[in-house]
């Protein structure tokens, strides 16, 4: 798949980029730096605050687009390198987001991330933006999952634990290189057939 990679915010409530300007604003707030003056002139893109960033162990965010999302990114990333933390938002055809996943700090390998939060999320249609219902999936190290159902519908919310120890090979992954993120973009990461009861 080729992606194109815009170092943007992403408004998702408004399916909307913001702009470099922005977006740079925003990352100054959260790092404490001052690059938007700089943004502004012209002499710096919101890429190149990224890079620097990234190299400096600051937070940025970017989407993720492919020939078959074109109005919309199929993935919006935050990544915080201080304690590394990285947001994946996955979005369908029309915009919603219908998956999230959230690395942390690995506590057994120190040079990798793990996935230890999964939520995902069923639409009525596919054309409303209500949801039927929500899964928010918890992993930890040691193969153990547990996972709550959140049931809009009916207004109920059930928890479920795993029974068996899952494998969790396929949680971990180094944390990326700049501008390489093809790992952190995988979609179909988590086998659920097994997991739900």
């Not at 990224?50 to 199929?74: I, K, M, R, V």
């Not at 009525?124 to 159902?149: A, Q």
Request: proline share 3%; with cysteine.
């Amino acid at each position: 798949m080729n992606k194109e990679i815009k170092y943007l915010n992403y408004w998702s409530a408004r399916k909307r980029l913001n702009s470099e300007t922005a977006s740079v604003m925003k990352w100054d707030l959260w790092n404490k730096t001052k690059f938007k003056p700089r943004v502004e002139k012209g002499e710096l893109t919101s890429k190149d605050i990224a890079f620097q960033n990234h190299n400096n162990n600051l937070g940025y965010e970017f989407c993720a687009f492919d020939n078959n999302h074109t109005e919309y990114p199929f993935a919006y990333v935050n990544i915080m390198p201080q304690n590394k933390h990285i947001s994946v938002e996955f979005f369908d055809f029309v915009g919603r987001k219908y998956l999230n996943y959230l690395f942390g700090e690995s506590e057994k390998f120190p040079d990798k991330i793990f996935l230890k939060e999964v939520w995902y999320y069923h639409f009525i249609s596919e054309t409303t933006e209500e949801e039927e219902y929500r899964l928010h999936f918890n992993f930890n190290e040691n193969g153990d999952v547990k996972y709550t159902k959140y049931d809009d519908k009916i207004g109920k919310l059930e928890d479920f634990e795993g029974n068996q120890k899952i494998d969790i090979t396929y949680l971990y992954e180094d944390f990326p290189i700049f501008n390489e993120y093809d790992k952190i973009l995988i979609e179909n990461r988590i086998p659920l057939e097994g997991i739900i009861n």
